[in-house]
């Protein structure tokens, strides 16, 4: 049974650097093909891809973003950890992760997400 | 960076009535194109994946199609479930971009 989990906190102040863990089961990352990509949606906007790290440990970005973005794993945890500098309020949004197997699906299974706001 | 444009951005339909979405993506990207639908408050729900295959458990009205820059996904008969948000995404190769999505509602 494939499941993923967000955490992280909740309220972040400007100009803080936010880290969010994705904790999922079912599956690992050291599987050829076995990848994980984080995806974030402000209030009432659309979903917006942010990062994904892959089985061999190689890590894509966000064109936009990719100067405030590390996207890490863990295979020993099953976690996948990023990381967001220089937080504004425009980064206010929920924060999801997901899996994609290389080449073949993407996004079959979600977290629940993690609403993140940024304000003082 | 390829960009993948939705339309319509929204619509309004019957009950029962064939709705189609389109994406277009600016360059090819073969068949790795995924639809997902995404109730208010939930999360987004994988549909469709390489163009036309439908996900497990996705009722049978919905379908995909297209290949290269242009994409479908059809409702052949809408039901009130249907009202949702419905996305496209890339997955040929990274940045995995999002189309901008289609707001769909049951008049």
């Known amino acids: 049974q494939v499941s993923l989990r967000e955490s992280g906190p909740a309220l972040v102040k400007p100009t803080q650097t936010l880290t969010l863990t994705c904790t999922f089961s079912g599956f690992s990352l050291s599987t050829s093909g076995m990848c994980v990509s984080w995806i974030r949606q402000p209030p009432g906007k659309a979903l917006e891809w942010l990062a994904l790290i892959d089985w061999e440990d190689d890590k894509y970005y966000n064109t936009s973003l990719k100067t405030r973005l590390t996207i890490s794993k863990d295979t020993s945890k099953d976690q996948v950890v990023l990381t967001m500098t220089n937080m504004g309020p425009e980064d206010t949004a929920t924060y999801y992760c997901a899996r994609v197997i290389a080449a073949a699906v993407v996004g079959d299974y979600w977290g629940q997400g993690a609403p993140v706001t940024v304000s003082s | 960076d390829i960009q993948m444009t939705q339309s319509p951005s929204s619509l309004s339909a019957s009950v029962g009535d064939r709705v189609t979405i389109t994406c277009r993506a600016s360059?090819?990207?073969?068949?790795?194109l995924a639809w997902f639908q995404q109730k208010p408050g939930k999360v987004p729900k994988l549909l469709i994946y390489?163009?036309?295959t439908v996900q497990s458990g996705v009722p049978p009205r919905f379908s995909g199609s297209g290949s290269g820059t242009d994409f479908t996904l059809t409702i052949s008969s809408l039901q009130p479930e249907d009202v949702a948000t419905y996305y496209c995404?890339?997955?040929?190769?990274?940045?995995?971009?999002f189309g901008g999505g289609t707001k769909v509602e049951v008049k």
């Open positions: 390489a163009a036309s």
């Open positions: 360059q090819g990207i073969s068949n790795y």
């Open positions: 995404q890339k997955y040929d190769t990274a940045p995995l971009t």
